[in-house]
């Protein structure tokens, strides 16, 4: 059985690879795959099945950054900005 990165109940940034329609921004870890994680996004109904090489840690409370999506932040370069 494989590592996994991230745990359940983990918030992630997820980037999908460009042949998914899928919203980029902070989801939930919900699942764990053999091979993946199920995610879910505040704002979605629905959850998605994501790798471990489209999601990065998201920042934490403690972090500076704010954790919501909505507000123009955007990872770039592995960092936080707006």
């Known amino acids: 059985m ?3 990165k991230y745990a ?3 918030h992630v940034y997820y980037q999908p690879s460009i042949r998914y329609a899928a ?3 902070i989801y939930r870890i919900v699942g764990l ?3 993946g994680y199920r995610i879910k996004h505040s ?3 629905c959850e998605r099945a994501a790798k471990e090489n489209e999601l990065a840690a ?3 409370a403690d ?3 704010p954790l919501m999506m909505n507000q123009g932040t955007v990872m770039r370069h592995g960092k ?3």
Do not use: I, L, N, Y
């Open 58 to 60: 998201a920042p934490t």
């Open 8 to 10: 359940v109940g983990q």
């Open 33 to 35: 795959f053999p091979d």
């Open 2 to 4: 494989s590592q996994h």
């Open 43 to 45: 704002a979605e109904t």
């Open 63 to 65: 972090d500076a950054e």
């Open 23 to 25: 919203q980029r921004g």
């Open 80 to 82: 936080w900005g707006k």
